[in-house]
């Protein structure tokens, strides 16, 4: 008795070899164990009308360098939106490490 090998057996095997392609990832992610520079983006509301006010008094503080000065921040930039009103800070931090140390001593 011999087993016959017709439409319905390839078929199978077809299905059988498209589910196994179907199991395999699609993609693979390489994880580095590099540190990788991390940013951190706030804003702080101000008045609009107020840009100069804002501008001397970041300035007069000596903020950006005393923050620059912190463990772990690459660097630091402020801005501000004269049309919204906001005070933007963006924080470089060397890598993820770096940045959750700052935020538990805010």
Sequence with gaps: FSR???PRSSMLARIASQQSRLLRPLAVRHMSGEARPMTR????PFDKTK????????????MPA???????VKDV???FC???GWLAAR???NDLDDMVAFLGEI
Excluded: C, K, L
Aim: charge should be negative; glycine fraction near 8%.
């Design 4 to 6: 016959a090998r017709g």
């Design 41 to 44: 983006f706030v804003q702080y």
């Design 51 to 62: 840009m100069a006010e804002v501008r001397a008094w970041v300035n007069d503080s000596d």
């Design 66 to 72: 005393s923050v620059r000065a912190e463990t772990g």
């Design 77 to 79: 930039e402020f801005s």
């Design 82 to 84: 004269p049309g919204e």
């Design 91 to 93: 924080y470089i931090f």
